[in-house]
T-cell receptor, first 115, second 115 residues
Framework: DTAVSQTPKYLVTQMGNDKSIKCEQNLGHDTMYWYKQDSKKFLKIMFSYNNKELIINETVPNRFSPKSPDKAHLNLHINSLELGDSAVYFC??????????????FGEGSRLTVL | AQTVTQSQPEMSVQEAETVTLSCTYDTSESNYYLFWYKQPPSRQMILVIRQEAYKQQNATENRFSVNFQKAAKSFSLKISDSQLGDTAMYFCAINPQGGSEKLVFGKGTKLTVNP
């Protein structure tokens, strides 16, 4: 039973298209995150949500719009895709926003390739 | 702001030998957690070990142990009896407490275990 699941795992699309990546966690966690891993494997936070409320927005272009319909789901929509958006996008969750162990539980990642 | 530095982009070790991966960090927070995550070729991010900054005792998990030097802001990972399955990218990360909770990663060390 997958704890943090992302769909799709792989996505290949043309420049200029709009695409979405979905994430669901069944751990009962309050906080969810999107991280981007670039071609050099560097992981950088993009967004975090706590109980559907946006907490962190790390200078991400506004073509990226996260949406959290409930605390178990955090989706990422990307408009007008650019070549530089090609990366692996990781969804993660953690039990509490302030306090706790600080550990994040990651999904398997979604590899986005923009042609 | 938190920063994490991993000075060894790549390392290799013979099977059954011991290897140490280096990590230094910087933070103004007094309380924080430090982590080592492993990312095998499957892409999944797997927690290897966690250390609470207020604990002086070094964390251990089976073959994995850390050398935590708080004054020096150093957090190295020792892998004993290396196995082929240890081949992966290893990321050091910090998560401060008391503020916006997010994991900040180093750039990773690619470890190859040779037979």
């Amino acid at each position: 039973d997958t704890a943090v699941s992302q769909t799709p795992k792989y996505l290949v699309t043309q420049m200029g298209n709009d695409k979405s990546i979905k994430c669901e966690q069944n751990l009962g966690h309050d906080t969810m995150y999107w991280y981007k891993q670039d071609s050099k494997k560097f992981l950088k936070i993009m967004f975090s949500y706590n109980n559907k409320e946006l907490i962190i927005n790390e200078t991400v272009p506004n073509r990226f719009s996260p949406k959290s319909p409930d605390k178990a789901h955090l989706n990422l929509h990307i408009n007008s895709l650019e070549l530089g958006d090609s990366a692996v996008y990781f969804c993660a969750s953690s039990p509490t926003h302030f306090g706790g162990t600080g550990e994040l539980f990651f999904g398997e990642g979604s590899r986005l390739t923009v042609l | 702001a938190q920063t994490v530095t991993q000075s060894q982009p790549e390392m290799s070790v013979q099977e059954a030998e011991t290897v140490t991966l280096s990590c230094t960090y910087d933070t103004s927070e007094s309380n924080y957690y430090l982590f080592w995550y492993k990312q095998p070729p499957s892409r999944q991010m797997i927690l290897v070990i966690r250390q609470e900054a207020y604990k002086q005792q070094n964390a251990t998990e089976n073959r994995f142990s850390v050398n935590f030097q708080k004054a020096a802001k150093s957090f190295s990972l020792k892998i004993s009896d290396s196995q082929l399955g240890d081949t992966a990218m290893y990321f050091c990360a910090i998560n401060p407490q008391g503020g916006s909770e997010k994991l900040v990663f180093g750039k990773g060390t690619k470890l190859t275990v040779n037979p």
